[in-house]
């Protein structure tokens, strides 16, 4: 391995896979890619990524089995990705590196030292997709397009795009984080998705406030909950397209916003062009793509992926691997707090000393109070210092120096409490889908001698 | 399951064994035992022990497959213990319900809830051998037998039982732990009994303090070690018996005890008849059983069990499975900082309300300063109320009330910390033996609706 840029060399990455008990089919794909690979040069992001699982030791065979067994496709593969609608709108957002989970539909993200900028660039965003891309989002296309606002409302609208951006525009620096992020670390493991850490992004969003859009319609007193629609083709004539909501107090809240733009640029079709909803600090799942109708509800919206155990907890705190009846099962909606560090990388080798620390912290719809640091498994702590966020939303930078006493293993630890005092756990408490994963983000990082 | 006793039936012990995926073999050895069961009538603590790991929920698949894969013996099996010297030494002692790990040597452990007594009796005293018992142990044989003091001493000794009880005697509550203690709970697993919090004990310990004993040899300035020697016969022709020892200050210290009495008694065979040293706040294998000699050292001791990876540590934090050269390991000496929840016990079930938590805390060469109870992953912390030691190196008892809030899984959790203010960390720092584990202590409870 590369100490320094945490990179394996093919001939490394294929031994611990080898070492890792990996099925003799991924060993024989690995070395077939490595024919290919050497065409196009160094080893990517992806052997990072593999070298990260395999920083924490002989614990990587677990790892590794995993990643094999869930079909986790390391950068190394990523120019391997067959879907053309996935290569297509990893070429357009240029997201060289990505770690692709799947590609029908396309779910992707970065590591999260590659997540260090406090504005996330379209290219460092992570995908997460339910169904497959509009064709009209790649043509650029708004040739019938409208937005519906429809249900309980007075006066039911249908906005083309030139009415949206007549309206009073509003930018805000949001975080949206799939509701799946931080999966991979749940015990038992659960389906779906393994995201690491990096199912999270705070992008500059321009549009219009929601609640504009909606008092223009005029809600009735029946008005309860939003039902949003877009028009990603399911992936399968039988499946239907996502469609969530939001309680009506958060619909209209000032910052759910109704964007057309994505730092500054008209939105990219794998982030929902031409238009998108934008709910920061809640489950991402409601920041629904390619929209064209929000159905105002009398009820709590029942669209595809809102009932059963779709983007849902438990009511109560279960045990690991409890079987949940249904009916203890709520939506999920905002955020607890939360941290994630960004650099020094996993991986990385040091000099003993001082090092310092970066990374970002965000609370769903809390403040975030302090961010500590900790190279001692917790039994010590230092204050990072706290940025103040860009606007209610948006993350916040923190940084803090912490000194690496000798030769060793450590790990870098970051944990963020709320302006409630809730600070991130420990061990992440289980639910059936993995959502909402907080635990406390741990950094294993080596000191040489 | 019984959830009031915590007891599995043995229609739910097969099937979760089943479920989690035992070989068949296992399962059909399950049936079998089952049968004959039978005529011993309800099932034993041994249920309770698959209940708690059953408890973590779908975890215990690894946990299941781990428990057959090793080899413990719940104690539904203790009443087939086979050896007979193993069954004979249970016998004399009472250890009903103990879960057996190895019967050649015999090693056993108590779950955590069962060691809620200040001073451990006997019978609920943890059980690690290295070799086999000394017929003379079981038959209170005193014949022959003499202590003898060498090596760099002025005055080689060689005392009679008599002796030595007619020398000053000192009764001590002292802290024994096995350096295995918690093994289990490493990650990657490591070989060696795996323990879980069981291994340890605070008896009352009567005899002479070892220091006595070298100041009448008369140490010479060379002694720097001591070397402890006992007529625990190897288990086979090939192997040598344990022989560790300590620094000599720590010989000299007035804790460290030729101890001939347990609780009052003389000591039980198992447990060192007619001599042992208790070398309190330290790893368990420098309390030498079945003592015969102590060879004074002008260097470390080099005798079997202190070399190579055996009851060694690395010098430096190492990752998680990693390899570590021979030469970077160190005798392991005193314990961390560590604390044990007794009540309530693993997979009991409560109202919400207020529930009282029960425990001991110990902290090796240190005191212990303060107990931390939380119920919410770390969140939030009572502190406990804390009772003082009965002597320096007597486990301290902490009791504190947490309120548990309603129907769900809930994780108890004991955080000690010394006087230099170390804490229990929240992930076990790993070494290739798994010793020294003290990761914060966490009981899984249910409150029922």
Same mark, same amino acid.
């Given at each position: ?32 890619? #490595?024919?290919?690979?050497? +065409? ?25 089995? *995993?990643? +094999? ?56 965003? +992570? ?19 409208? @937005? ?126 031409? @238009? ?44 690991? *691997? ?30 003993? *000393? ?44 923190? #940084? ?16 963020? +409490? ?32």
């Amino acid at each position: 391995m590369d100490r320094k840029s945490g990179r394996l060399s093919w001939d490394g990455l294929r031994g611990r896979v080898q070492d890792a008990g990996a099925p003799p089919e991924a060993v024989d794909r690995l070395v077939e890619l #490595e024919g290919r690979r050497k +065409f196009f040069g160094q080893v990517g992001r992806g052997g990072a990524t593999l070298a990260m699982l395999g920083f924490f030791g002989a614990g990587t065979e677990a790892a590794m089995r *995993g990643l +094999f067994g869930r079909g986790l496709i390391p950068v190394a593969w990523a120019q391997e990705v067959t879907d053309d609608q996935a290569r297509q709108a990893l070429q357009e957002t240029g997201k060289e590196g990505i770690t692709v989970h799947n590609e029908r539909p396309l779910n992707a993200e970065f590591g999260a030292h590659e997540l260090a900028d406090e504005i996330t660039p379209i290219n460092r965003h +992570f995908i997460r997709n339910n169904g497959l891309i509009p064709q009209r989002a790649f043509q650029q296309d708004l040739q019938g397009w409208a @937005l519906e606002i429809d249900g309980e409302v007075n006066q039911p609208l249908k906005l083309t795009m030139e009415q949206i951006r007549n309206m009073p525009a509003r930018t805000i620096q949001a975080s949206l984080e799939c509701g799946g992020n931080g999966r991979s670390l749940f015990d038992p493991p659960v389906r779906g998705n393994q995201w690491r850490q990096g199912a999270i992004g705070c992008s500059e969003w321009t549009g219009v406030s929601l609640g504009d859009v909606l008092r223009e319609a005029g809600l009735r007193d029946s008005a309860v909950y939003t039902g949003h629609y877009g028009e990603d083709p399911p992936l399968a004539g039988d499946e239907v397209p996502i469609s969530r909501g939001v309680p009506i107090d958060k619909a209209m809240e000032e910052h759910t916003l109704l964007a057309y733009q994505m730092n500054g640029e008209d939105l990219p079709a794998v982030h929902g062009f031409p @238009l998108r909803i934008v709910v920061p600090g809640w489950v991402g799942s409601c920041s629904q793509k390619w929209l064209t109708r929000i159905w105002v509800r009398d009820q709590e919206h029942d669209g595809p992926k809102m009932l059963g155990y779709s983007y849902r907890m438990p009511a109560y705190p279960v045990a690991p *691997g409890e079987d949940v009846p249904e009916e203890d099962m709520e939506v999920a909606k905002d955020w607890p707090i939360k941290s994630m560090i960004t650099g020094p990388a996993e991986g990385s080798e040091h000099a003993a *000393g001082a090092v310092t620390v970066t990374g970002h912290a965000w609370a769903g719809e809390h403040e975030v109070e302090r961010v500590e640091v900790s190279i001692d498994f917790g039994n010590t702590w230092t204050e990072a210092e706290l940025r103040d966020p860009a606007n209610k939303y948006a993350w916040q930078q923190f #940084e803090a120096e912490v000194e690496l006493p000798g030769r060793g293993y450590y790990e870098i630890w970051a944990r963020a +409490f709320d302006d409630e005092g809730n600070g991130q756990p420990f061990r992440q408490p289980w639910n059936p889908r993995g959502y909402m994963g907080n635990v406390v983000h741990r950094v294993p990082v080596r000191v040489t001698a």
